[in-house]
């Protein structure tokens, strides 16, 4: 009997246990010890760190095709302007929808903090590839597998939407601020909404300014949308100072490009570009003393290190290997080598102590305010705010009225008793007084511009790339160096995921804006 019982037992264990693998596929195929949704704050961590490291850092190719500073040495880079795929940042778009899902699911209302900015990493991706490429998929993209073959929308139409999501996350950010609401995991405010409103709005102008090719389309709206944000600040609070800039902060954990420990193997692989240079010196401009050194050979020929002259750039159009003989140029015991400026060696080696890099800042909300002006889209006084973007600049770097100690590495190294000191005394009133910097209406883009250009240095992506790309300002090197047969490729190509796995609609999106070519020269509407 106890026997029959220890049958009836194991045949019911057995029943249950066969019971439980007959779960469906889907069930079994999921892996208990990995979770599969995760706090909206941490997805935004993600987003908003792609902002920053997925569109040119400090001192890398982008800033090479911008003309901030060259390669010498063609093992490590050139400074050619071979394009490739545009950056493909569809992944980290269908981590804002993950992100604002995971909201949701937490529980929080329609309209919050991940919502509104939510809209606004829409805008700032699609600004960021649309410029790049051109057509781009959008009204049935991010729809997953109910949509793995999406029509491109146009350019235009994809501005007229980067417009609409900036305007429409201003005024949630607005009814959030009102409710006193916050936003978690923000690495860049602290959850200040506030300043996120003015960084969107910031945003929102920069796009306006790209568009000024187009500026009399009525579809886009482009000088009555500026002119309303520029006379409403109440409903469009902008950026008033440094403080509110949308900036990247860099720790010893995630280094700043030129630090302590590649100096053997950068410092003078690295020298200084002419665009970026030989503007500041003209304008003896005191920003080339604290980002650049003299060069040896200038030094050697008797100038002194607080002679604007002796600060020169190779430009970005010469022969690789006439570059690096120049730049390695033996100027003697006592003397750095080379005929060109290298980054100063002070400043962006000396420690871990890095500059913050900008995603939109406040010098560049300026001259966008000063060149919206300038072209006649608001009332205003475009000098003042030029004016304000230059002394903006020039604070960053620690330039202001008064005697400013300079240093320079007297021979290239990084020992203490080779950081030689000098002082220049600086006026605002007498820089400002030079023609060549004193604002002309009549050449007003140009100058803008250019200083927007210079507030650039290493920081906010290629916007200065665009800008010359936009206006032809400030004058870019073109030649031999430039590869692509002597020319600055003007766009990138296509992810070659688009030809393989949605080859119909790249095709028609290629042959209604480039005849059926996909060429880094081709011409995009917003240039046309």
Request: net charge neutral; aromatic share 14%.
């Amino acid at each position: 009997m106890k026997m029959k019982q220890y049958i009836i037992a194991f045949l019911g264990l057995v029943m249950v246990t066969l019971s439980s693998c007959e779960k469906p596929f889907d069930q079994l195929e999921l892996d208990t010890n990995r979770p599969v949704h995760v706090p909206a704050s941490l997805v935004f961590q993600g987003v908003a760190y792609s902002m920053f490291n997925d569109n040119g850092r400090p001192f890398s190719a982008e800033m090479r095709w911008n003309q901030f500073y060259c390669s010498n040495y063609n093992y490590y880079a050139t400074n050619e302007y071979t394009f490739g795929q545009m950056p493909n940042q569809f992944t980290t778009l269908k981590n804002v929808v993950k992100m604002e899902e995971e909201a949701k699911r937490a529980g929080l209302a329609d309209l919050n903090a991940y919502s509104a900015l939510g809209k606004f990493f829409r805008a700032y991706f699609y600004d960021q590839m649309s410029k790049r490429v051109g057509d781009l998929p959008l009204t049935e993209a991010l729809n997953g597998i109910n949509g793995i073959a999406p029509k491109y929308d146009s350019q235009k139409a994809i501005y007229i939407q980067i417009l609409k999501w900036l305007d429409d996350a201003n005024s949630d950010l607005a009814s959030l601020i009102t409710k006193g609401e916050s936003i978690s995991g923000d690495v860049y405010y602290n959850g200040d909404l506030k300043k996120w409103q003015k960084a969107v709005n910031a945003y929102r102008l920069r796009v306006l300014i790209t568009l000024s090719k187009k500026e009399l389309d009525a579809d886009l709206g482009v000088k009555a949308k500026f002119a309303e944000m520029i006379s409403n600040p109440s409903k469009y609070p902008l950026m008033t100072s440094m403080a509110d800039n949308l900036e990247f902060k860099w720790n010893n954990f995630n280094k700043y490009p030129s630090n302590p420990d590649n100096f053997g193997f950068d410092a003078t692989r690295q020298n200084m570009a002419a665009a970026y240079v030989n503007l500041l010196s003209r304008l003896r401009d005191p920003r080339v003393m604290v980002t650049c050194e003299p060069a040896g050979f200038e030094l050697k020929s008797g100038k002194l290190p607080s002679d604007y002259s002796a600060y020169v750039g190779a430009s970005s159009a010469e022969d690789l290997a006439d570059m690096s003989d120049k730049a390695g140029v033996n100027n003697g015991a006592g003397f750095a080598p080379g005929k060109y400026s290298f980054q100063n060696r002070n400043r962006y080696y000396k420690n871990y102590t890095a500059e913050n890099t900008f995603i939109a800042g406040y010098p560049e909300l300026c001259f966008n305010i000063a060149e919206g002006i300038a072209r006649g889209w608001a009332t205003g006084s475009a000098e003042d705010w030029y004016k304000k973007g230059i002394q903006a600049s020039q604070g960053f770097y620690g330039i202001k009225d008064g005697a400013i100690t300079m240093t320079y590495s007297k021979t290239g190294s990084m020992a203490a008793a080779d950081q030689v000191n000098y002082v220049i005394d600086y006026s605002f009133a007498d820089y400002y007084a030079q023609a060549s910097v004193k604002f002309d209406a009549s050449k007003a883009i140009e100058q803008i511009v250019s200083q927007k250009y210079l507030a650039f240095f290493m920081n906010s992506g290629m916007e200065a790339y665009f800008n010359w790309r936009r206006t032809g300002f400030p004058k870019f090197d073109v030649g031999v160096g430039n590869g692509n047969s002597g020319r600055i490729a003007v766009r990138w190509i296509y992810p070659t995921t688009e030809r393989t796995t949605n080859a119909t609609n790249y095709k028609a999106a290629i042959q209604s804006q480039f005849n059926g070519t996909d060429d880094i020269n081709d011409i995009m509407w917003l240039m046309k």
